[in-house]
């Protein structure tokens, strides 16, 4: 089992649609959950971060955190085609190291 | 706004030539990565750094080796290129428990 796993994409979805990102983690004691968003040919830039179960809100952007069931994930209100990018997360483990995902690809069509 | 600085965005080399890859930043992070990137592999991680002349390998180290002589600035060196070391090469920094922020990264081909 990989220590963070992400859905498969491409995901696409519709301009002003919800997007929805899943992240898995294999680390029981991981305590501090990221996402980047990394747009093609660019490094990636930091959106969200979460250290506590439940729900963080950034604007259009809402974090979702279940330690008990190992899961993060990321949505995206009113999605637009600058959102079009891959998503990734990352995990800091109960062992200080931080691991990535191998992210997801989400394309917003107009 | 954290600051993370990488030399060159583009980089050409020939193969069995030693390549010098600086990154700097500008918040005082004790904390220092190097990661490269490849097309269906994701981020991987060479080596970090927690501090001034501290060094420890990451997950692919072979073939290279960093330096940190200062806070600011972190080296990785390339001791003798190879076509396989043709990737992008990212630059992370964070303060202690805090996320890790990138520099705009350093596209290097080896020829």
């Known amino acids: 089992q990989k220590e963070v796993e992400q859905n498969s994409g491409p995901l696409s979805v519709p301009e002003g649609a919800i997007a929805s990102l899943n992240c898995t983690y294999s680390?029981?004691?991981?305590?501090?959950f990221f996402w980047y968003r990394q747009y093609s040919g660019k490094s990636p830039e930091l959106i969200m971060f979460?250290?506590?179960?439940g729900d963080k809100e950034d604007g259009r952007f809402t974090a979702q955190l279940n330690k008990a069931s190992q899961y993060v994930s990321l949505l995206i209100r009113d999605s637009q085609p600058s959102d079009s990018a891959t998503y990734l997360c990352?995990?800091?483990?109960?062992?200080?190291?931080?691991?990535f995902g191998p992210g997801t690809s989400l394309s917003v069509i107009p | 706004d954290v600051k993370v600085t990488q030399s060159s965005r583009y980089l050409v080399k020939r193969t069995g030539e030693k390549v010098f890859l600086e990154c700097v930043q500008d918040?005082?992070?004790?904390?220092m990565f190097w990661y490269r990137q490849d097309p269906g592999l994701g981020l991987r991680l060479i080596y970090f750094?927690?501090?001034?002349?501290?060094?420890e390998k990451g997950d692919i180290p072979e073939g290279y080796s960093v330096s940190r002589e200062k806070k600011e600035r972190f080296s990785l060196i390339l001791e003798s290129a190879s076509t396989n070391q043709t990737s992008m090469y990212l630059c992370?920094?964070?303060?202690?428990?805090?996320?890790?922020?990138f520099g705009d990264g350093t596209r290097l081909s080896i020829l």
């Open positions: 750094s927690y501090d001034v002349k501290m060094k």
């Open positions: 979460i250290y506590s179960n």
């Open positions: 918040m005082d992070h004790e904390n």
């Open positions: 992370a920094s964070s303060g202690n428990k805090q996320p890790q922020h």
């Open positions: 990352a995990v800091k483990t109960s062992y200080d190291k931080v691991i």
């Open positions: 680390d029981r004691g991981s305590q501090s």
